[in-house]
Nanobody, 122 residues
Framework: QVQLVESGGGLVQVGGSLRLSCIAS????????MGWYRQAPGKQREVVATIAMFQRTNYADSVKGRFTISRDNAKNTVYLQMNSLRPEDTAVYYC????????????????WGQGTQVTVSS
């Protein structure tokens, strides 16, 4: 099992920026990719961005050009830089460890962080 701890959430005004961090520990060899998901009140959890071992990235259409996912393998850490934030970005953001295979990210259901709240105020 992989343990994930997120940090960096908070309250920000429209147009502002935040940087989320997620540190992985435990059986990190069971994953080869990581992702950020978010869940807004009353909505299903959705994928925001994923990154594979060799830096291949994918983004949800709603965040392309505004968010950037990156990773530091030496620190077992993945980041999500969020710029030009909008009220609709308000959600709890979760880090996940998963498997990237043939162009698809498969989240491991036993590898979720506790979540960090991001609130964008207008």
């Amino acid at each position: 099992q992989v343990q994930l701890v997120e940090s960096g959430g908070g309250l920000v005004q429209v147009g502002g920026s935040l940087r989320l961090s997620c540190i992985a520990s435990g059986n990190i060899f069971s994953i080869n990719a990581m992702g950020w998901y978010r869940q807004a009140p009353g909505k299903q959890r959705e994928v925001v961005a994923t990154i594979a071992m060799f830096q291949r990235t994918n983004y949800a259409d709603s965040v392309k050009g505004r968010f950037t996912i990156s990773r530091d393998n030496a620190k077992n850490t993945v980041y999500l830089q969020m710029n030009s934030l909008r009220p609709e970005d308000t959600a709890v953001y979760y880090c996940n460890g998963g498997i990237y295979n043939s162009g698809t990210y498969y989240p491991r259901e036993d590898s979720w962080g506790q979540g960090t709240q991001v609130t964008v105020s207008s």
